[in-house]
């Protein structure tokens, strides 16, 4: 078995082929055998709050078996308003938890996953009985997961899933103190969870409690807190504005007629070729929206955060995958031996059906410097049989404002080179001509040992 997550030594996690398993100790079996049937948590699994299991006995050895999940956004690739509803499903667990005299140990933001589209908590060895305590012990975590994060996107346009690749357990308040300067003073908030645990960080706090708690009490006091917690992350809510959420409204490189040329081309062809599809450079997810008409399976990333946090918004709850990641510089494998979180790229080889790459050629080429032939290869690596890929050519408006002076270096960005450098990799099925702008052009290409590969499987 292939371990996967050692950070809570109560419960360790494997895998082992397809299935996902957590090792329990016997204490730990009673407890959640008694949790599970529990009519609250299993209408939380009903309801996709948190990840579908079962207790299993194997070899005088308990185990829980998760039901496996390929292909998810963790907190690396989330956008703000992808961590914001992460955060709301968090703080509205240890809620519905509470309620029932249970609570969530652990409030990470590496807990919650995005699995198609939805928010998704998977740390089921998160759960315990609550000790009747006003006092939730991850607080704290909480507020370095999601409210401080969210309040630096907010005032300093952090980008959050880089943050996470640096600051694994969050963001600490002397941190975000430094960070924000005098900014800090702008709102309650921010005197409330940076400057305030900031100040009394060296003092002492004395944590002794009467012998019999009051239960009734301490539940209604640690309701509330709970219920505050997660007002103040409503009002941290982020907006999605930038250049390229209005995109699709200032498109003059395209006429009308082009733009409808490019849709027809998606309707028609996922409408014949279903699977699980990619749209990189998705952009407001114009595309994802008519291809999730007739495929379950569909993944779309961006480079510019405001445009998932817009298609999040828009395309919810519609099966629809997103993720912050920039294809020219995708998310690493990082954790202990660079293991513990797989990167982009390794979790993506060989997984799409078909990728749309519409419109983004020339920002690799001029603006990233990648040679076209290595753009073509990584795609090849990425589809097992279809790429409907748009060609800018230099006479581009567009190729000459990214290429600028050095547009020089681009003169044999033709179409005739480009076919020529992806014959080896790919056949072309179909051309399509745009009708205003002269200079792109729509393939649908398909790997060229695809046939092989299939005749052999």
């Not at 009903?46 to 079962?54: A, F, H, K, R, V």
């Not at 300093?156 to 975000?176: M, Q, V, W």
Request: glycine share 4%; proline share 2%; aromatic share 12%.
């Amino acid at each position: 078995m292939e371990r996967l997550s050692f950070r809570d030594p109560l419960s360790e996690v494997y895998k082992e082929k397809d299935k996902i398993i957590r090792k329990l100790d016997s204490s730990n079996n009673l407890f959640f055998n008694e949790i599970f049937k529990k009519k609250f948590f299993k209408q939380m699994i009903q309801d996709q709050w948190i990840q579908e299991s079962e207790i299993q006995k194997r070899n005088n050895q308990i185990l829980m078996h998760h039901k496996m999940l390929n292909n998810f956004t963790e907190v690396t690739e989330m956008s703000s308003y992808q961590l914001y509803l992460a955060g709301e499903l968090t703080i509205n667990i240890a809620i519905e938890c509470l309620k029932n005299d249970y609570i969530i140990k652990d409030a990470s933001s590496w807990n919650v996953v995005f699995y198609r589209g939805k928010p998704l908590f998977l740390d089921i060895g998160s759960f315990e009985k609550w000790n009747g305590k006003n006092v939730w012990m991850a607080y704290g975590q909480f507020i370095r997961h999601f409210i401080i994060p969210l309040i630096l996107n907010k005032e300093l346009k952090l980008n959050i899933s880089k943050s996470f690749l640096t600051d694994r357990d969050g963001i600490y308040p002397e941190d975000a103190k430094n960070k924000l300067g005098l900014k800090i003073f702008k709102s309650l908030s921010y005197l409330e969870f940076i400057l305030a645990p900031t100040l009394l960080k060296s003092s002492k706090i004395n944590n002794s409690e009467s012998k019999v708690p009051d239960i009734k009490t301490n539940k209604k006091v640690l309701l509330i807190i709970l219920n505050r917690i997660k007002k103040k992350l409503h009002s941290l809510e982020p907006k999605s504005s930038s250049f390229w959420t209005n995109y699709t409204n200032k498109r003059d490189h395209y006429s009308e007629e082009d733009l409808s040329i490019k849709k027809e081309i998606i309707q028609k062809f996922f409408k014949l070729n279903k699977g699980k599809i990619l749209d990189v450079g998705c952009n407001t997810g114009e595309y994802l929206s008519i291809i999730s008409e007739n495929n379950d399976e569909t993944y779309g990333i961006d480079i510019d955060e405001e445009c998932i946090n817009y298609a999040q918004k828009k395309l919810f709850p519609k099966n629809i995958s997103l993720a912050h990641v920039n294809i020219s510089n995708p998310t690493p494998c990082i954790g202990w031996n660079n293991k513990e979180t797989l990167g982009y790229l390794k979790k993506n080889l060989n997984y799409y059906d078909a990728i749309i790459f519409f419109g983004i050629i020339h920002h690799l080429i001029t603006l990233d410097r990648i040679p076209l032939l290595d753009i073509i290869t990584l795609l090849s690596k990425m589809t097992k049989k279809y790429l409907i890929f748009e060609f800018v050519s230099n006479k581009d408006e567009k190729f000459l404002e990214l290429a600028g002076s050095n547009i020089k270096l681009y003169e044999n960005f033709t179409k005739e080179n480009f076919e020529k450098i992806i014959k080896n990799t790919f056949n072309i099925i179909e051309i399509h001509s745009l009708k205003y702008n002269k200079n792109r052009h729509i393939y649908i290409l398909e790997k060229a040992d695809y046939f092989k590969r299939s005749s052999v499987s």
